[in-house]
């Protein structure tokens, strides 16, 4: 197993692992989002690959906010359905921490639903520490 950046040849495959969490995507919209995020310095996207298929990524991306001093913050993680509990999780966050530390930010910070208890108690055991709780507002334009 190796993490490496991700192409856009891993739209497919980072598709299938955002609909296992129910995030619905087709490889088409992962494409074009990847072309984006590809080509922007603020943001990063890993991959972790075994046996030449890709089993997890991870996103992060620099935020730059008026009320806070910047941080990097995690977009997105997901690890193959089969592979949990294996450190891939844990490893792609690593690949991300590095990234934000090499961009000179004081802090990584991940959102997590409120449902996704299995993912706090993820987060929580490689050291990050609950902050608050909130809601999120969307207005479809």
């Known amino acids: 197993m190796h993490i490496r950046r991700a192409r856009q040849a891993d739209a497919r495959h980072i598709a299938e692992l955002s609909n296992q969490l129910g995030y619905a995507a087709t490889e088409e919209q992962i494409e074009e989002r ?34 806070s001093a910047a ?22 966050m690593r690949a991300c921490e590095d990234w934000a530390r090499e961009q000179k930010y004081g802090a990584v910070r991940v959102r997590s639903g409120g449902q996704r208890l299995d993912a706090h108690r993820f987060y929580e055991q490689i050291g990050y520490t609950r902050v608050k709780s909130q809601e999120v507002f969307d207005l479809h334009l």
């Open 34 to 67: 990847l072309m984006n995020l590809l080509s922007d310095e603020v943001h990063a996207v890993f991959v972790m690959e075994a046996e030449e298929e890709v089993v997890g990524w991870a996103h992060i991306q620099g935020r730059h906010l008026i009320e």
């Open 71 to 92: 941080f990097a913050e995690i977009g997105g993680l997901v690890v193959h359905s089969r592979c949990r509990g294996q450190g891939i999780g844990r490893m792609l």
